[in-house]
């Protein structure tokens, strides 16, 4: 198991960004595949996006691509989610999680280890 804990959500208004960050303990970070996922009030916890462990590769849900990306500092054990152009939409509690096995992978199955989750409010 891995101890995440993710940090930067609040509240912003439409049209604003946000910088999501994810401090990762517990196992050698360099090794994790990293993902992002978000649940919104009455809606299950969907995929946003993920990052291989060298960050070399990333994936982003479609809905997402352009506004959304997805970094990572394994000097600093961190994972980040940079939101831009943010909708009311986006509204959610948002989840890092750390990949079983080295999966690269858009499937909550595939994550073994979960943060507490930080809440984002996008206002209108």
């Known amino acids: 198991q891995v101890q995440l804990v993710e940090s930067g959500g609040g509240w912003v208004q439409a049209g604003g960004s946000l910088r999501l960050s994810c401090a990762a303990s517990?196992?050698?970070?360099?090794?994790?595949?990293m993902g992002w996922f978000r649940q919104a009030p009455g809606q299950e916890r969907m995929f946003v996006a993920v990052?291989?462990?060298?960050?070399?590769?990333?994936y982003y849900s479609n809905s997402l691509k352009g506004r959304f990306t997805i970094s990572r500092d394994n000097t600093m054990n961190t994972v980040y989610l940079q939101m831009n152009s943010l909708k009311p939409e986006d509204t959610a509690v948002y989840y890092c999680?750390?990949?079983?096995?080295?999966?690269?992978?858009?499937?909550?199955?595939?994550?073994?280890?979960w943060g507490q989750g930080t809440q984002v409010t996008v206002s209108s």
């Open positions: 999680a750390a990949g079983r096995s080295g999966t690269y992978s858009i499937r909550r199955s595939d994550y073994d280890s």
């Open positions: 517990g196992r050698t970070f360099s090794n994790l595949v």
């Open positions: 990052i291989s462990s060298s960050g070399s590769s990333t």
